[in-house]
């Protein structure tokens, strides 16, 4: 049996209160986080349902590393723990909304940067010029 019910009808999902996560054919779900204090985007990552309900259950984000094929506890060997102060689903229960907080020192990207969103793309005009580091 999933941890997760399934929304019997799209009312249900959309203007329901049950918690009916829908995971893509990966078995996956976008989860999008925040610093719960700025509100400045951190990253962009994925949960299983494992993931999910282990978040749930600890209070601390976890995710589904695509790339390693396995469960990811962030900040378990960095000390840069997220700990969640609300999280949100979206209007069809495909995506979430981490706000959490950051231990150590603050950092989420593993290139050392405080966001994984630090490089600017150009629009318009500009669309020819390179890349700008934020």
């Known amino acids: ?21 829908r ?5 996956l ?7 719960a204090t700025t509100g400045e985007l951190l990253m962009v ?16 984000a976890w995710y589904w590393s695509r790339s390693r094929g396995e469960l990811w506890h962030k ?9 969640i102060v609300e999280m949100r689903v979206d209007c069809d229960q495909d995506a979430l909304w981490l706000k959490v907080q950051v ?4 950092g989420c990207c593993h290139t050392g940067r405080r966001s994984c969103f630090y490089r600017m793309q150009p629009l318009r005009e500009q669309a020819d010029a390179p890349l700008r580091f934020v």
């Open 1 to 21: 049996m999933p941890p997760f019910p399934a929304a019997p009808d799209k009312q249900a999902l959309e203007e329901g209160t049950t918690f009916a996560p």
């Open 23 to 27: 995971f893509d054919a990966n078995g």
């Open 45 to 60: 990552a994925h949960m299983n349902a494992d993931a999910l309900a282990r978040s749930i259950e600890t209070g601390e």
């Open 103 to 106: 231990a150590g020192d603050g």
């Open 29 to 35: 779900v976008t989860c999008v986080t925040t610093d």
């Open 75 to 83: 900040g378990a060997t960095s000390g840069q723990v997220q700990t």
